[in-house]
């Protein structure tokens, strides 16, 4: 949707600008006239290829049932985009993923906003009840060291934690054979292979080395999280993916 677009465009420029009222404005303005009620957060354009593509697999189109997905351009950006969306800002629903090394910047971000464990806020109630946790070697953390574990408290705010992030997520859903079929489809099978050939990639695991051949190039990290989104039995979805799209089910 072309408006839901300028949507993400004037959310970015907010954020770029730091809450800039006029910005902030045309942000509201466009969140109104489209009917968002819910802002579904990630770290770059990647995540929101595969999680629009599940979506649809399942009959469902994020933006028009006005919980848009938005790229942060790194997840140091959350504090920006929870303060303009949240209630201190549009007063919206807020959800996303987040990879596991980085829920520090996510949990920070949500406590600058107002929606810290403290606050009395919570955006758990989206679309859905409580949510299973995840466990703790998702962190990190040993489970003795906290009170309650940062996924937990992350998840319970409709934030839910990729192990390591979300193309580490499809590749073990799909298996390494199936990822290797989709890199063939698309005639990049002898560009993998030399790759692989590569002396930094020898002590590495199929599965890291498709991994980091999907961010060689500009471009190939979001095209292959689609192609993969698409090759994926619904079955196997990745957890994650599956409970965030629960959570903004309407």
Same mark, same amino acid.
Request: glycine fraction near 12%; aromatic fraction near 2%.
């Given at each position: 949707?072309?408006?839901?677009?300028?949507?993400?465009?004037?959310?970015?420029?907010?954020?770029?600008?730091?809450?800039?009222?006029?910005?902030?404005?045309?942000? !509201?303005?466009?969140?109104?006239?489209?009917?968002?009620?819910?802002?579904?957060?990630?770290? &770059?354009? =990647?995540?929101?290829? %595969?999680?629009?593509?599940?979506?649809?697999?399942?009959?469902?189109?994020?933006?028009?049932? /006005? =919980?848009?997905?938005? *790229?942060?351009? /790194?997840?140091?950006?959350?504090?920006?985009?929870?303060?303009?969306?949240?209630?201190?800002?549009?007063?919206? /629903?807020?959800?996303?993923?987040?990879? %596991?090394?980085?829920?520090?910047?996510?949990?920070?971000?949500?406590?600058?906003?107002?929606? /810290? *464990?403290? =606050?009395?806020?919570?955006?758990?109630?989206?679309?859905?009840?409580?949510?299973? *946790?995840?466990?703790? %070697?998702?962190?990190?953390?040993?489970?003795? =060291?906290?009170?309650?574990? *940062?996924?937990?408290?992350?998840?319970? !705010? &409709?934030?839910?934690?990729?192990?390591?992030?979300?193309?580490?997520?499809?590749?073990? +859903?799909?298996?390494?054979? %199936?990822?290797?079929?989709?890199?063939?489809?698309e005639d990049e099978w002898r560009a993998f292979r030399t790759f692989r050939q590569q002396p930094a990639q020898q002590e590495r695991t199929v599965e890291q080395q498709l991994h980091r051949f999907m961010g060689t190039h500009s471009g190939r990290k979001s095209r292959y999280?689609?192609?993969?989104?698409?090759?994926?039995?619904? +079955?196997?979805?990745?957890?994650?993916? +599956?409970?965030?799209?629960?959570?903004? +089910?309407?």
């Open positions: 949707m072309e408006d839901m677009g300028r949507f993400r465009t004037a959310v970015a420029r907010a954020a770029r600008r730091q809450a800039d009222p006029a910005a902030v404005a045309e942000c !509201r303005d466009r969140a109104e006239r489209l009917g968002v009620r819910t802002v579904v957060l990630v770290e &770059g354009r =990647s995540d929101q290829a %595969a999680l629009e593509a599940l979506a649809a697999r399942h009959g469902r189109d994020l933006d028009a049932e /006005g =919980s848009p997905v938005v *790229p942060m351009g /790194g997840v140091t950006n959350a504090g920006r985009h929870l303060r303009i969306l949240g209630p201190q800002g549009l007063g919206l /629903g807020v959800a996303g993923l987040y990879d %596991a090394a980085e829920h520090h910047h996510v949990l920070r971000g949500l406590e600058q906003a107002g929606l /810290g *464990p403290d =606050s009395g806020t919570d955006t758990g109630d989206i679309g859905g009840g409580a949510a299973d *946790p995840r466990t703790t %070697a998702a962190t990190g953390a040993p489970a003795d =060291s906290l009170a309650e574990p *940062p996924h937990a408290v992350l998840e319970r !705010r &409709g934030f839910h934690v990729c192990v390591a992030d979300l193309e580490d997520e499809l590749i073990r +859903a799909l298996g390494a054979d %199936a990822v290797q079929e989709v890199i063939e489809a999280a689609h192609l993969l989104a698409h090759r994926l039995d619904l +079955a196997r979805t990745p957890e994650p993916l +599956a409970r965030l799209l629960a959570r903004t +089910a309407g």
